[in-house]
């Protein structure tokens, strides 16, 4: 089992940035990724991090402006979000799977409680 807990959410105005940041019990190899979920909207990923490379990917709809990064030493996982928009509003999670590197919630293991960001315009 694996206990994630996310921290850094908030409210900021249009353009602004925010830095979430996932503690993980322990750390399971595999990806970590991010996901969010607006109201009424399906969980949707946004970005993943391969623990051993480092490798990472993106979802279009924040590629470019938001940066995944991990800190293995502290079981630690980050997603810096800049140029933060009214849609980038919603619940952030954290998750860990030790097989899947996709963005897409069914495949993942272990979830966090999550941190919800919102963006006013």
């Known amino acids: 089992q694996v206990e994630l807990v996310e921290s850094g959410g908030g409210s900021v105005q249009a353009g602004g940035s925010l830095r979430l940041s996932c503690a993980a019990s322990r750390s399971i190899g595999g990806c970590m990724a991010w996901f969010r979920q607006a109201p009424g909207k399906g969980r949707e990923g946004i970005a993943v991090?391969?623990?051993?490379?480092?490798?990472?990917n993106y979802a279009g709809s924040v590629k470019g402006r938001f940066t995944i990064s991990q800190d293995n030493a502290k079981n630690m996982l980050y997603l810096q979000m800049n140029s933060l928009k009214p849609e980038d509003t919603a619940m952030y999670y954290c998750?860990?799977?030790?097989?899947?590197?996709?963005?897409?919630?069914?495949?993942?293991?272990?979830w966090g409680q999550g941190t919800q960001v919102t963006v006013s315009s």
């Open positions: 991090i391969y623990h051993g490379s480092g490798d990472t």
């Open positions: 998750a860990a799977d030790r097989g899947s590197c996709l963005l897409l919630s069914t495949t993942y293991s272990f």
